[in-house]
Nanobody
Framework: QVQLVESGGGSVQAGGSLRLSCQAS????????MGWFRQRPGKEREGVAR???????SYAPSVKGRFTISKDNAKNSLYLQMNSLKAEDTAMYYC????????????????????WGQGILVTVSS
């Protein structure tokens, strides 16, 4: 049974940093696309960052330059370093993994990510 478990969330003041971790179990995702999504209050779930099997990364424009996604295949883990946090980054953050190594088109297509963590709350106060 595949499980993705997020950790590292919490409350921080604007301008601060947090590092989210996602531990995968039940399968390895070394050759798969993995990503981070978030759902802000009253909004739909949106893609934040993703990384493919070659280490190529993609970021949503709203976080580019502030967030960094990374992957440790040996530990079967995914990370999201979030710097210069803003109040609008407040959201539930979700780790997700795909069975696919590649697809063209929309990078954040939800149905392309088959496995999801339970989510973790990040609160940024201004």
């Amino acid at each position: 049974q595949v499980q993705l478990v997020e950790s590292g969330g919490g409350s921080v003041q604007a301008g601060g940093s947090l590092r989210l971790s996602c531990q995968a179990s039940g399968s390895t995702f070394n050759n798969n696309i993995m990503g981070w999504f978030r759902q802000r209050p009253g909004k739909e779930r949106e893609g934040v960052a993703r990384v493919d099997l070659y280490g190529m990364t993609s970021y949503a424009p709203s976080v580019k330059g502030r967030f960094t996604i990374s992957k440790d295949n040996a530990k079967n883990s995914l990370y999201l370093q979030m710097n210069s946090l803003k109040a609008e980054d407040t959201a539930m953050y979700y780790c997700a993994a795909s069975i696919y190594s590649y697809w063209s088109g929309e990078p954040w297509e939800l149905k392309k990510f088959q496995y999801w963590g339970q989510g973790i709350l990040v609160t940024v106060s201004s």
